[in-house]
């Protein structure tokens, strides 16, 4: 489905934002928000947008940094706490990715190490960036405290659980319960819960972008630089 006018000029806004801002080496930018907001298709679209304007985009996702399925699950595989605390590692996520692409960082960089999937570690050979490119990082917690030095600018997308837990379990088999208040989703709905009590990720983003609504997304605040 092609982005609508409406979306097409929210990217456009957004786009224009971030072009005007100097890399440091690279413009590092977080695109937040809980499961099922859209994160990956609005960081496509974005990265499409920039691309068209001659900017060059590094994509990547928090999913390739994941941790192994032990760690994961150490405090239970229904524990709220351990989907926010343990899901991802975030010691490899700053060492590979986002240090090397920070004022005195190498440029030599990995979008991903792990597979979620197979439960495996990837060994990829290091990209190397020229120093002028800007990072699209999608995916949950971005705002956490241990990220947010990184961000040069950020995104959330807001968008109600009532829509978001639907949208996720609309992917198909194995993406859990359309119902919000289903007891298979109390890990996802209270872990993200707890991470905004912790990190108040609408506060702290550059960007809030109402996304409920997939054709006619909207900009609920806007911060003059961040």
Do not use: C
Not at 97 to 125: A, C, M, W
Request: avoid cysteine; hydrophobic fraction near 35%.
């Amino acid at each position: 489905m092609s982005p609508t006018p409406a979306r097409l000029a929210l990217l456009a806004t957004i786009a224009e934002r971030l072009l005007g801002q100097p890399p440091s080496p690279v413009l590092k930018v977080a695109i937040d928000g809980v499961d099922g907001a859209g994160k990956t298709t609005f960081a496509d679209e974005l990265a499409a947008t920039l691309s068209k304007r001659g900017q060059q985009v590094i994509r990547a996702s928090i999913d390739g940094f994941h941790s192994p399925r032990e760690m994961r699950y150490r405090l239970g595989r229904h524990s709220p706490e351990g989907f926010y605390r343990d899901s991802y590692n975030l010691d490899a996520l700053k060492r590979e990715l986002l240090e090397p692409l920070s004022p005195g960082g190498s440029l030599r960089y990995l979008t991903r190490i792990f597979d979620v999937n197979s439960d495996h570690t990837i060994h990829d050979k290091p990209a190397h960036a020229q120093g002028s490119e800007i990072l699209l990082l999608d995916g949950l917690f971005l705002h956490r405290p241990e990220l947010r030095s990184f961000w040069d600018d950020s995104i959330f997308l807001k968008v109600d659980f009532v829509i978001s837990v639907p949208r996720g379990a609309a992917r198909g088999p194995g993406f859990g319960s359309a119902d919000p208040y289903a007891e298979s989703n109390r890990r996802y709905v209270q872990g993200n819960r707890l991470y905004f009590a912790e990190a108040s990720p609408e506060d702290r983003a550059g960007i809030v972008v109402n996304n409920n609504d997939l054709h006619a997304p909207y900009i609920e605040k806007i911060t003059p630089g961040n």
